[in-house]
Every structure is written in C-alpha cells, then in structure tokens.
C-alpha cells in the first residue's frame, strides 16, 4: 500500500491543543490499531507548533479523510496539513516500513 507523509501546522493556541491532545491521541491510537498510522510525533519545542505523521493508505483522498476527521482538525488546532506520497528507499527501518501489515 501506498505510503503519505503529513506535515501538520497547528495554531497557536496552546490551551485548545492541550484540552483536545487526549482525544487526539486516542485517535492516532486507533488508526495505528488499524495499519493506518506508521509513525507520528511532535516538532521539537523551540520549532513551531506541528507534527509529521507518516500514514499507510490506499491513496491520497484517504489520508486527506483522516486529517479531515482528526479531533485536532475539528477543533481548529491543525491550521494546515501538506500530504505528500512517499516513498521509502534507505534506511535501518526500511523492513518494517515496507513490510506488509499484519492485520
């Protein structure tokens, strides 16, 4: 199955992530439970405030449905997400990156 990267800009409002991130995270969560969700985390405090999340999926408009559905998306936490196809080709993880989910 096809592989996505999704940067996501969040907004400012530290408050609103903070309240909503449990739920976000439980959804995450979900979505690694299904194969979906290969990787995700936070930048670096001193960066501005987003992720990168690396999805397995069957094509873009799926990942662009989970984005859209993400409890930081409708709480207007995630002000931007930039989807791309990716393609692993080096690296240590490369195996488990682009070996079949065992569902």
Known sequence: ?????????YSDDADTRD????DHR???????DLG?????????????PGAMLIFDAPDIDA???IVSSDPF?????????????????????LDALTAPAEL
Do not use: K, Q
């Not at 199955?1 to 800009?9: G, H, K, L, N, R």
């Not at 309240?19 to 449990?22: D, E, Q, S």
């Not at 439980?26 to 690694?32: E, K, M, P, Q, S």
């Not at 979906?36 to 501005?48: K, M, N, Q």
């Open 63 to 65: 990942v662009r449905e």
């Open 73 to 93: 998306s409708t709480a207007g936490v995630l002000m931007s997400a930039d989807i791309r196809s990716w393609t692993p080709v080096l690296g240590a993880s």
């Open 19 to 22: 309240r909503v991130r449990p």
């Open 1 to 9: 199955m096809p592989m996505f990267v999704a940067i996501y800009s």
């Open 36 to 48: 979906r969700l290969v990787l995700a985390g936070g930048f670096a405090p001193d960066d501005p």
């Open 26 to 32: 439980a959804y995450l969560g979900t979505l690694v």
